[in-house]
């Protein structure tokens, strides 16, 4: 299975995401019901007897809910020579997001999933891009939407997710909830 950990987005959010597509030569824009702030991608072959472990770790997951707030633009890799792969809406420094990240890492490790080979960057994927070559539209739409801001939401629980990839994108289900605490 292909599994990550994630945090939904409240449908109005994915309305006001959806109007930052645009005509970008080489983009592949997210579906609007695959948005989401991932925490920890887990694997591409995971076998499924490993599931019930991975509740319980998730499910001890204990950290008090929080607000998440998206706001401003970027690409990876973030060098303009490069050609952007993926341009994305990012999160405000966040705190509470961060332990959270960390408490879900450490779960994961104690099951004997390999550390995350980076630092969390709180971010949700807009568009994937294809051109091997820098898109000069590219840096005008980063340009156009750096002041993107978005009222906070409430984060309360992350799922787990499985996604099925196939030729119309990759298809997500989540296969569990974990609440977080009240404050």
Do not use: C
């Not at 204990?62 to 792969?85: E, I, S, Y």
């Not at 332990?99 to 450490?106: D, G, I």
Request: no cysteine.
């Amino acid at each position: 299975m292909r599994l990550f950990i994630a945090i939904e987005l409240p449908e109005p959010l994915k309305d006001r995401l959806e109007r930052l597509k645009t005509n970008l030569p080489g983009a592949i824009w997210t579906r609007r019901d695959t948005y989401h702030l991932t925490l920890r991608f887990l694997g591409d072959d995971i076998a499924a007897a490993r599931l019930p472990d991975l509740r319980a770790a998730l499910a001890a997951v204990q950290t008090p809910a929080f607000d998440v707030t998206l706001r401003g633009v970027g690409r990876f890799p973030p060098q303009p020579r490069r050609p952007a792969r993926v341009l994305w809406v990012g999160v405000t420094p966040n705190p509470p997001l961060t332990r959270l990240y960390r408490a879900v890492e450490s779960a994961v490790i104690g099951l004997g999933f390999p550390a995350d080979d980076h630092d969390f960057s709180g971010h949700i994927t807009l568009a994937r891009l294809k051109s091997n070559q820098p898109e000069p539209s590219v840096e005008g739409f980063l340009k156009r939407h750096a002041d993107f801001s978005a009222d906070p939401f409430p984060a309360g629980a992350f799922h787990l997710f499985s996604s099925t990839l196939t030729p119309q994108g990759a298809h997500y289900a989540a296969l569990a909830e974990f609440p977080l605490t009240s404050a």
